[in-house]
């Protein structure tokens, strides 16, 4: 049996258990969370200092971030200039995995795919409706 004494009491970084457990990311995306956290709040980085400061090459540390997006633990931010252009991002950690399901623009209810108004396919029940409206008008 083995015991751990913890003896770290300054300079460190609280992780999420739910991460340190999450067998479903990889433990480089896990290092690179736990890199990021250990940051102070409004930290302002360029993927190449990252690279270097974590021996990953640019592709890797955005595969790595990929992941932590696809997994929820990190929300990425797209930010806009006035001018309609993007500039840099801004990466939310989480606390937990958060999932954000995707929005489905230019969906219509009322038309079906071909663009025609849909039609009742029980004609009976429309029938019986139609009864019903008119006994209670009177």
Known sequence: ???VKNNIRKNFTIAPNE???DNNITDRARFLFIYMSSKPHGWVYYNR??????NYSIDTLRKYLK??????????EKQKRISGKFT???????SEPVMILPCRKNTDTVKNRHRK????????YTK?????????IK
Do not use: D
């Open 128 to 136: 019986k409706e139609n009864i019903k409206r008119n006994n209670l």
């Open 88 to 94: 840099s991002n801004t990466y939310v950690l989480n």
């Open 49 to 54: 200092q990252l690279s270097n400061a974590l």
């Open 1 to 3: 049996m083995n015991n």
């Open 19 to 21: 991460l340190i457990n």
């Open 67 to 76: 992941e932590l997006i696809v997994s929820g633990w990190i929300i990425k």
């Open 117 to 124: 108004n849909p039609r009742h396919s029980n004609k009976e």
